[in-house]
């Protein structure tokens, strides 16, 4: 009995300190660093309008003030979906791009109508390294006028909106118009 009751606690000791890898993908540790020293941003024009401000759960339940993030820095919304073909066909590329501006520019994915699993299994499989916010009742997407997964909004520091894709956006593009926010 004594036997059974160690093996116990140890199998529980180590089920609570928890393998990374189990951790949901798009989670808080998808969160950026520190602002750059020499991070250097073009003003934003005159009268452009606001983005909407929301807070969400990340995937592994971690809330997200999105305002918090671009009162620091740009921040690109991707919309996204794990069923939706587009967005795979995309993913890999804006992924990688992403990784690219990693702490200057702040990649967050938004997600309604997925299977936690399903989504999951797509995070991993595209190799998504951003936070990716649960829009469980589909109320930011309504924010952003979005009718369906695969729109992308450029969002500068201070919470300008600057610039949004319906229909979402390569990534060569969506990068020409990331590199046009920065000064060098």
């Known amino acids: 009995m004594k036997t059974f009751a160690v093996l116990l606690a140890l199998l529980l000791g180590l089920a609570a300190c928890g393998d990374e890898t189990q ?3 798009g989670g808080a540790a998808a969160l950026p660093g520190p602002v ?11 009268g452009v309008p606001r983005a909407p401000e929301f807070t969400g759960a990340l995937t592994d339940g971690t809330s997200l003030a999105v305002g ?6 740009p921040v690109v919304l991707l919309f996204l979906s794990s069923w939706c073909t587009t967005c ?8 990688e791009l992403a990784r690219g501006y990693r702490d200057q520019v702040v990649f967050v994915g938004v997600v309604t109508e997925d ?11 595209h190799k998504v390294e951003f936070p990716v916010v649960v829009d469980t009742d589909g109320t930011i997407s309504r924010s952003y006028a979005i ?4 729109a992308v909004a450029i969002v500068a520091k201070g919470g300008a909106l ?13 990068d020409t118009h990331v590199r046009e926010l920065l000064l060098k």
């Open 162 to 174: 600057l610039r949004g894709w319906p229909g979402g956006q390569d990534a060569s593009t969506l």
């Open 68 to 73: 918090d993030l671009w009162a620091q820095r």
């Open 147 to 150: 009718r369906e997964p695969g």
């Open 23 to 25: 951790k949901p993908a």
């Open 88 to 95: 795979a066909e995309r993913q890999d590329a804006i992924s």
């Open 36 to 46: 750059p020293s020499d991070l250097t941003l073009r003003p934003v024009p005159p």
């Open 115 to 125: 299977e936690p699993a399903d989504l999951d299994a797509y995070l991993r499989a």
